[in-house]
């Protein structure tokens, strides 16, 4: 989510930029060279990012501090690894701040940390899970897409609410009415879309997901 200049004390502001800057050199560090040089890969990373940066575009300004968003995290994860998705998410956050003055600089390293680092670790988390807890056939594989995205948008709508009832002023009814309950409904209606492209993908393009291998899930291994 874009957060505003001034909204958020400074010294959560700098936490924020403590947290984002050195995991996203360190994601740019284990980022899978073929991802820049292969024509294929690159098709993929760009289409990841013009998709997406037209999604973050039609945010909705509620009020200063709420405005909401799709994320494409979960998608994102399964489609290029968590460190790719890092860089790529967070080059959008930059590219819109640059291009659009959507958001600001000093709000920038807060805006990765909620919105993408979190719900990276969250998406990897049950892709992990998944993996080696449940089987791996094709229908599980959909699961996992639809609940990740689902987590994902809670998580950093819980964490935005308690820094909106924390610091924004705003009334608690209002920020639950009209932010709160807005993201919760975006996440289940985010995991619902991720999971049919999902489908799509293992359908049509199953190379550009790192995350399907067709022997291991069409045949359960």
């Known amino acids: 989510m874009h957060i505003p200049a001034g909204f958020y004390p400074d010294w959560l502001l700098m936490l924020g930029n403590i ?3 050195p995991v996203i050199l360190l994601a740019i560090w284990h980022t899978e060279t073929r991802f820049w040089s292969g024509w294929s890969e690159g098709l993929q990373v760009a289409s990841i990012f013009v998709a997406l940066t037209g999604l973050y575009m039609l945010q909705a300004d509620i009020k200063p ?9 979960m998608l994102t994860v399964m489609m290029v690894g968590p460190w790719t998705a890092i860089v790529v998410l967070s080059a959008i956050h930059v590219f819109l701040w640059i291009t659009l003055g959507i958001g600001d600089v000093s709000t920038l390293g807060f805006n990765i940390s909620t919105s993408v680092l979190l719900p990276v670790v969250i998406a990897s988390s049950i892709h992990l899970l998944f993996y080696y807890k449940f089987p791996r ?6 699961a996992k897409v639809g ?14 609410t308690l ?3 924390t610091w924004s ?23 619902v879309m991720s999971t049919w492209i999902i489908a799509g993908l293992v359908c049509y393009f199953p ?9 291991e899930y069409i045949h359960g291994k």
């Open 19 to 21: 947290i984002a800057i």
């Open 147 to 160: 609940v990740g995205d689902l987590l994902c948008m809670w998580a950093v709508d819980a964490v935005l």
């Open 169 to 191: 002023g705003y009334p608690s009814f209002h920020i639950y009415q009209d932010f709160t309950l807005i993201l919760a409904l975006m996440g289940g209606m985010e995991a």
């Open 163 to 165: 820094c909106l009832l």
């Open 137 to 142: 056939i094709v229908p599980v594989y959909f």
């Open 207 to 215: 190379i550009w997901l790192v995350t399907f291998n067709d022997e």
């Open 65 to 73: 501090g709420m405005a909401v968003h799709w994320l494409g995290v």
